[in-house]
């Protein structure tokens, strides 16, 4: 697994799906233009990334006690996601900075 990896994005998860197509036009539109954006993206482009806020979760874990990450998919968003290999896994989408981190 190296950080040369073009990263997968695995946007699966119904909690995810639930919420960003619960957003309105623009800002729906925003999340997708920050997915193409990082669908391009290698790791090591999105470790350097100082847009993206990327964050350690210390008060939660993810599926199987994986580590969770924080990180700005828009402008007044977040997404809650883990790292499995290549694939980031989105979980959630967060409109707000503190919620994202919340058990």
């Not at 994005?9 to 193409?36: G, H, I, M, Y």
């Not at 700005?72 to 290549?86: K, M, P, T």
């Amino acid at each position: 697994m190296s950080n040369e990896s073009k990263i997968r994005l695995d946007l699966n998860n119904p909690e995810f799906l639930e919420q960003w197509f619960a957003l309105s036009k623009e800002p729906q539109s925003r999340v997708l233009a920050s997915l193409r954006k990082l669908f391009a993206m290698t790791w090591t482009q999105v470790y350097a990334n100082k847009g993206l806020k990327w964050e350690e979760v210390q008060s939660r874990q993810g599926p199987l006690g994986n580590k969770l990450y924080s990180f700005r998919i828009s402008q007044g968003f977040r997404v809650l996601a883990y790292r499995e290999g290549v694939w980031l896994r989105l979980l959630s989408l967060h409109p707000d900075h503190d919620s994202a981190y919340k058990v």
